[in-house]
């Protein structure tokens, strides 16, 4: 074998190796999403409780945070408590609110999961034809979108919220001068 074909294999491997390294850094549950800096995409939809519709328009001016979960979502289900957690914790913020979304799932599905797990205390929108999941590019659940006062979205979390999220992410992105 000459030494060309050596050098030309050996450089071909390193490169192989160089790149498997740095994939390795990466976090394949972590999906850019391209809404990011861009308004929310509004909404005015029927409240899982039957009561009036719920706008995204009418939050405008307070920081939101848009859980989009299922009945059907067992990593929903671990979220849960958090959610009840954090609900109770920014109840007496002004400017926060939380508006969850259940999508692609039946009425009583998700009543009966808040019956069985506990009401967090804020609304809940009923998409089951996922429009609004979809407007949003939701491609599963449990995902949540924060949004500022302006409307615009600021940190998007694929898969479920954990303890310490709003303290770690949503704080320092409600702080922070823009």
Known sequence: MSNLWKTS?????????????????????????????????????????????????????????????????GSCRLEHPYLMQL?????????????GVDFKDTRSGAQQFLQTLGDPGYRQVFDPDQHIAIDWGVYGAPETYLLDPAGTIRYKQVGPLFNGWFEKIALPLMEKKT
């Open 9 to 73: 294999l050996l450089a071909a491997v390193v490169a192989i190796l160089g790149l498997f390294a740095l994939g390795l850094n990466n976090d394949p549950r972590n999906i850019p999403s391209p809404l990011i800096g861009r308004l929310a995409t509004p909404f005015s939809a029927p409240a899982l409780d039957n009561g009036p519709p719920i706008s995204l328009e009418s939050l405008r001016g307070r920081w939101v945070l848009v859980n989009f979960w299922g009945s059907w979502c």
């Open 87 to 99: 609900a109770t914790m920014t109840r007496n913020r002004p400017d926060f609110v939380m508006i």
